[in-house]
């Protein structure tokens, strides 16, 4: 040590440094609280009444399930919270790998990692955060499900328990492992969840359809999922425990990688940006595999680029198991009896599940510059980014049939409605996830409106419905009880707009273009110079 | 290369005006540049080089004049510019899923060529990505990723390339190599229009220089 003044530096007292931090972030903030939620009282108004809206959609459902006693309905009601929260456990685990769960700023990495500080006592907080964040994000979810296959309060309450402690649990033991910056036993961990929510869900068809006698399975106690909740709470005290103990061997780049995930994913949250949200993630992912074995192309022109798009289904396979698992939904909803609502709800989960499979159409609409480099027209790009994604949909479709035709139990229909509805649906979730993926996020260089939260784009909220108004407008019609064609005039026409990408930037060129050309006209037949001198600024030679 | 002759003129740019608001970046702009040739854009940041560039290519719309590429207007759109104009700008992004020979290789089959592999191998060479051929452009350094930016320009047919600034990031082997190589693209007939701070590179092609004076 050369500076003398650095011998005598004492020790570091790291509730300090967190209150100093703290001091730091809340003594900079010009409102409290309350004063916050009073300026946004437009929001608040706005979340309540949403809020209010939702609770009443799910009391119909529950009682729309309640009242129904077929055997789908029986087999679903039984089932399907089974199903759902095990598909709720595997989501956490997913969840809690991606971002750590401890997960730390880059900030802090640099400025309190490096230092001679006790993690433990720094990172603390964060670990019964996560825990209890999962607990109680897990336990609503949990309820939520009991509440829309019609369960009364006692099974609402057990299934809240199941899944918030089930939840917390899960977390505190991926807690525990990435102090050990082990992964396989989470990653194998989910995977078994994920195939038990998935095996049950096939069952709950299989059931509903008459294709196999589900025996008891159906008549299962809702009381047994008190066992998830039992094995929930163990984790949390014991594997919270040992995650407790190992949090000084957290490595800081693990602990920052997941902070700075969740910084940029906040970023493009506040902005509602979901497709940003995606574009963050698949980055992460491919940061994490950093390197693939090359495959050489096929074909040239437009095929080069399916052909492409098909040489990544052989490299990702997941999705296409996801693609799979979900045509079990529209069985599901069926044997619930809601067979009105089948083609809405089954193309909103279509929609997901195509999304992975156009990664070509997010690069090539997010930004010009790719696109630039491709000898065709945006129209001609997007639909050969769109090709893989529909023949996907088709299949989806083809599968989903019988569903609508009532084979799995519910309401029957006859096979040319069933067609129809199956068709809308396929559609509809195809020229959703297309919108999804592509459309224009929100101006912020137009004019902004004033609200109450704030300034906003207009564009803004619209964000949020991306994909979804599309869903809605091609499948209302079939919930209205409509004919079919109306939804399949509008999806054509959807589908034009969509492969053309015309938006709203792209009509005000056209128009100024226009005008200018027009002035051009103008000017040549009164005589007057159409252009100015041509003239080079300033050249030099070298 | 092929179908434009040496002279020929490529790019013609006739009175670009160019105007954020209330400042003019740059007015009466014009220049014609002949196939081999390199006209350079020069003058200290924010003299408008790059905003000309993005007007050239078509990813900016003037607000007044024209420009065209082997006499047809530029719309960033059409086809036919697509495949004539080359170019690594700001904007370029990557397919995250794909590695950087398979981006090198969808864009030659894109561009027609029916076996691409020694086309590609060569110029994966060239801009010295041969260890990284298998990475995601994600795991790649700035540097890196500059390379292979360069090398989707070189792996396609052009008759015009446009770089913006294109030593950036380059060490000095680089710049070296980015100055035979594109030496010998003119000598092969491309026309070229370049933004850059580095005289050597400039030197090296024998770049006619505008130097742009800014915003008013």
Known sequence: ?????????????????????????????????????????????????????????????????????????????????????????????????????VAASAAEGFWLMDGPTDRRRILAGRLFGAIGAA?????????????????????????????????????????????????????????????????????????????????????????????IAGVGLLLVVAAGFLAYRRLRNIKRQRLTSGGSLISGLQGAAFALEFALIRDILVEAKARQRGHVRPTRGLGHGTTALVMRDVQRLWRQPLPLVTLVATIVVPYAVQALGLAMLNPPISALVLLAALVPFMNSLRVLTRTKGLQRCFPFDPGQLRTAAMIVPAVLALLWTVGAFPAFLGVAGGVTTDPVSAASAALVTGVAGLLGAVRWVSAKPADYSGPIVSTGVGAMPPGLMFSLLRGIDMVALI??????????????????????????????????????????????????RSGAPAAGKQKIQVQRKR | MAGVAKKDVVLQVDNLKKAYGPVTIVENFSMRVHAGEAVALTGRNGAGKSTVLRCLVGADRPDEGTVTVNGTKVTETNPEIRRAVATVIDDLDFFPDLSVVEHLDLLARAHGLHEPDALVDEVLEEVQLVPQAGQLPSTLSSGQRRRLALATAFVRPRQLLVLDEPEQRLDVEGVAWLGERLKAELDGGLAIVLASHEPALLQAIGARELRLEGAR
Not at chain 1, 207 to 215: C, I, S, T, V, Y
Not at chain 1, 476 to 489: D, E
């Open chain 1, 475 to 524: 499948t209302l019609p079939i919930v209205f009880n409509w004919p079919a064609w109306i939804s399949l005039i509008i999806a054509l026409i959807a589908f034009s707009l969509l492969r053309s990408g015309i938006d709203r930037d792209s009509l005000m060129d056209q128009q100024a273009e226009q005008k200018r050309m027009l002035e051009e006209e103008r000017a040549r």
């Open chain 1, 1 to 101: 040590m050369t500076d003398e003044r650095l011998t005598d530096v004492g020790v570091v007292d790291e509730k300090q440094l967190k209150l100093l931090m703290r001091d730091w972030r809340r003594g900079r903030a010009d409102r409290n609280l309350w004063q916050a939620l009073s300026d946004g009282y437009v929001m608040v108004f706005s979340i309540v009444v949403i809020g209010a809206m939702l609770v009443s959609s799910i009391l119909q459902a529950q009682e729309t399930a309640a009242v129904c006693d077929t055997d789908g309905c029986v087999a679903a009601r039984g089932l399907l919270p089974w199903a759902s929260v095990a598909g709720v456990l595997a989501f956490t685990l997913v969840v809690s790998r991606l971002f750590g769960p």
């Open chain 1, 135 to 227: 607990g109680a994000l897990g336990a609503a979810a949990g309820a939520l499900i009991a509440a829309l296959t019609g369960s009364g309060p006692v099974e609402i309450g057990i299934w809240a328990l199941a899944g918030g402690l089930g939840a917390a649990g899960l977390i505190a033991f991926a807690a525990a492992e990435q102090g050990l910056d082990r992964h396989w036993i989470v990653t194998g961990v989910q995977w078994l969840i994920g195939a038990a929510a998935i095996g049950t869900m096939v069952l709950l068809v299989s059931g509903a359809a008459g294709w196999m006698d589900l025996g008891r399975l159906t008549l299962l106690a809702v009381e047994l999922a008190l066992i």
